[in-house]
């Protein structure tokens, strides 16, 4: 599922309007879908790519190893950190990125209190967030499944973690709370891309925080394949004669400024 990542970080790298050649930090980097993109042409960017999650920063530094060239590789810093207290010096990097790894943090604020620290005085800030739910093609047909074969499936009292920064004034908001000038929160469409569905749904059901949280806790294993079957069902239905199926999701980009 890293494809999609991949286009959500590009249209990131984008926005941010950095020259080549920045220092440029990557909060929550996973797999790497940013750092991995930033280290190469065009961007040439010296990148530091912090988790918490260890068994995350062993696969990155694998596909590192694997994809990048040694001038790349040597752009490339991984270290394993919590986002809300990162172990970096105030004021040294051009621009900060996190690409839906924020919106999972226990403490939003303080984990965007800490970018700001970091980044030098007018440097940017750059963090996704899933947008409506309604306009994510995946979580939809999902919830829709879900449902159906789990009617009394509860609402959740909060919004859940992935969603957490989908309203635009609350994203903008937070931004300032902690600190941000020039908040602009931007819309981005991308698109899943689907070659089996019956694989991907089992990618969705580890890959996705909320959807692995909900399996868990409120269905059975066979409530849990028969999910499974209507996603895919409804998906070959849908899709009828299409080899690749692509289902669409916004993300929202919230990007901001340190004062000078
Ligand atoms: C959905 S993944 C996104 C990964 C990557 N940024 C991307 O766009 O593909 C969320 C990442 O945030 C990391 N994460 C969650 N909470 C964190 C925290 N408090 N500090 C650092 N990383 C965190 C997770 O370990 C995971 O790698």
């Known amino acids: 599922m890293d494809a999609e990542y991949q286009a959500y970080a590009r249209q990131a790298l984008a926005l941010a309007k950095l020259p080549p050649r920045a220092k ?3 909060v929550g980097a996973g797999l790497g879908a940013l750092s991995l993109q930033a280290v190469q042409p065009p961007h040439h960017h010296q990148v530091w790519a912090v988790d918490y999650a260890e068994g995350m920063l062993k696969q990155l530094e694998a596909r590192a190893d694997e994809e990048l060239s040694g001038e790349q590789r ?11 207290d990162l172990q970096l010096d105030i004021n040294s990097f051009d621009a900060a990125f996190a690409m839906f790894s924020l919106i999972f943090f226990p403490d939003r604020i303080q984990g965007l209190r800490e970018m700001h620290r970091v980044i030098k005085p007018n440097g940017v800030a750059v963090v996704t967030s899933w947008g409506n739910p309604k306009k994510h093609g995946v979580i ?5 499944a ?3 074969v789990n009617p009394n499936i ?17 994203f903008e908001s937070e931004m300032k709370a902690s600190g941000f000038v020039d908040v602009e929160i931007v819309p981005v469409v991308e698109n899943f891309v689907i070659d089996d569905p019956g694989q991907f749904w089992d990618h969705m059901r580890y890959g996705f925080p909320g959807v692995n949280h909900l399996l868990n806790n409120y269905y059975n294993e066979q409530q849990v394949q028969q999910v499974r079957s209507l996603f895919v069902s409804k998906l070959r239905s849908e899709f009828a ?8 999701a916004e993300a929202l980009v919230g990007i901001g400024r340190k004062r000078s």
Request: charged share 20%.
């Open 24 to 26: 440029i930090l990557d």
């Open 74 to 84: 040597k752009r490339l810093h991984v270290a394993q950190m919590d986002g809300q």
């Open 140 to 144: 939809r047909r999902n919830n829709q």
């Open 146 to 148: 879900l449902v159906a």
């Open 154 to 170: 509860p609402r959740p009292a909060t919004v859940p973690p992935a969603f957490s920064l989908s309203d635009p004034a609350v």
């Open 241 to 248: 004669g299409q080899d690749r199926i692509f289902l669409s």
